[in-house]
């Protein structure tokens, strides 16, 4: 699905289910998505949708009441989900590291900061404590903190100091994917760019692969080279950032972009999306989208549509485009029912 040659991490009908005291519910509905190396690609979409589960899962961290339930994690070549402990010790931190959407939760409050790197590194590799407070120290530099702060507990950090913190222990054992869950979300919009800016530079230099969650569109477009867009727990669209604000082909993804505000040229009119994101207990024959969707067709509530590339590397879960490309913007909408 990557346009790029080398494939750093393959998704393939990914199903994660969640055991509730009213059933099963499947939050993660056949999912399937690559990650070239190197490549930053983000996932979108409303809360609930389904983002943080299909994180998760390429981390393996899902514990009960979550379990995976079908489909493939590929990584190099090789399915996590067929990992046993010891290979699943080796994956996580060495090839994989997980920035959480709270920093603070993510940070021991009660050790120093050189506790917390080291208690990482001695855990991973062969380093003597003295070369661990080193490689912390480095890794403190990394993100522009001055190494004598080692010896700080969390509290003691402004807020997008911790979330650095974090960036920087995810990056302690060279990684070769890191995937950022709302890292910035907590933070004011200024240090929210700095610390992407600081993250850009990083996997320039590094070269590793990010997955990047966030529901900020206009945040993800500039900092992603792929999306997918989730709708109720399924991809409604894979597309180059660049397209994805300006020729959208799903009309969930239309209807994200006109609910944002553009971050550059004129100012416009926000429109939300009407309705409520679907009840996954509820989900009905055809289209997930059909309830709130303005080009709603009879098909769309009678057939189920999968994900399709529609062009060169754009993908769409649209029966709008089953007779091939369709502009979603050229069509008229009707009045959806909210
Ligand atoms: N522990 C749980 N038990 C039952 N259902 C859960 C549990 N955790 C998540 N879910 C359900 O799984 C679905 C996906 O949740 P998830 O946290 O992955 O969404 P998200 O897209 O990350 O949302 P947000 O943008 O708010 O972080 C939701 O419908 C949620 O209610
Ligand atoms: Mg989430």
Not at 11 to 38: E, H, M, P, Q
Not at 116 to 141: I, S, W, Y
Not at 281 to 309: H, I, N, S
Request: glycine letters at 8%; proline letters at 5%.
């Amino acid at each position: 699905m990557s346009q790029k040659k080398e494939v750093q991490l393959s998704v393939r009908n990914l199903c994660v289910d969640y055991i509730t005291s009213n059933g099963d519910v499947r939050a993660v509905n056949s999912i399937s998505f690559d990650i070239g190396k190197g490549e930053v690609f983000g996932l979108a979409g409303e809360s609930g949708c389904g983002k943080s589960t299909v994180a998760f899962s390429v981390c393996r961290l899902h514990k009960p009441p979550a379990f995976i339930s079908g489909g493939e994690i590929v990584f190099n070549g090789k399915d996590i989900l067929e990992f046993d402990d010891e290979q699943l010790r080796q994956y996580r931190w060495k090839e994989s590291a997980m920035v959480f959407q709270s920093a603070m939760n993510s940070l021991n409050p009660v050790l120093t900061m050189e506790e917390q790197f080291c208690d990482v590194l001695l855990a991973h590799t062969d380093m003597t404590r003295q070369e661990c407070v080193k490689r912390a120290g480095q890794l403190l530099e990394i993100v522009d903190i001055h190494p004598s702060r080692l010896t700080d507990y969390p509290h003691q950090f402004s807020g997008g100091m911790r979330q650095r913190l974090v960036i920087a222990i995810a990056l302690a054992l060279n990684a070769k994917l890191i995937i950022m869950d709302e890292p910035t979300t907590a933070l004011d919009v200024v240090v929210q760019r700095e610390i992407l800016q600081k993250i850009y530079q990083l996997k320039e230099e590094f070269g590793f692969s990010i997955l990047f969650i966030t529901h900020d569109i206009s945040l993800m477009v500039e900092f992603c080279d792929r999306i997918g867009i989730m709708y109720a727990g399924e991809l409604a669209e894979v597309s180059p950032a660049k397209n994805i604000l300006t020729r959208p082909n799903h009309p969930y993804t239309e209807g994200l972009g006109n609910a944002f505000p553009p971050l550059h040229g004129e100012k416009k009119r926000l429109v939300g999306i009407p309705g409520t994101p679907l009840n996954l207990f509820e989900v009905p024959v055809g289209c997930r989208f059909q309830a709130r969707c303005p080009y709603v067709k009879d098909v769309c509530r009678q057939e189920y549509c999968t994900l399709t590339e529609i062009a060169p590397g754009e993908f769409s879960s649209c029966h709008l485009h089953n007779d091939g490309m369709i502009d979603v913007k050229s069509l008229e909408p009707k009045p959806v029912q909210a």
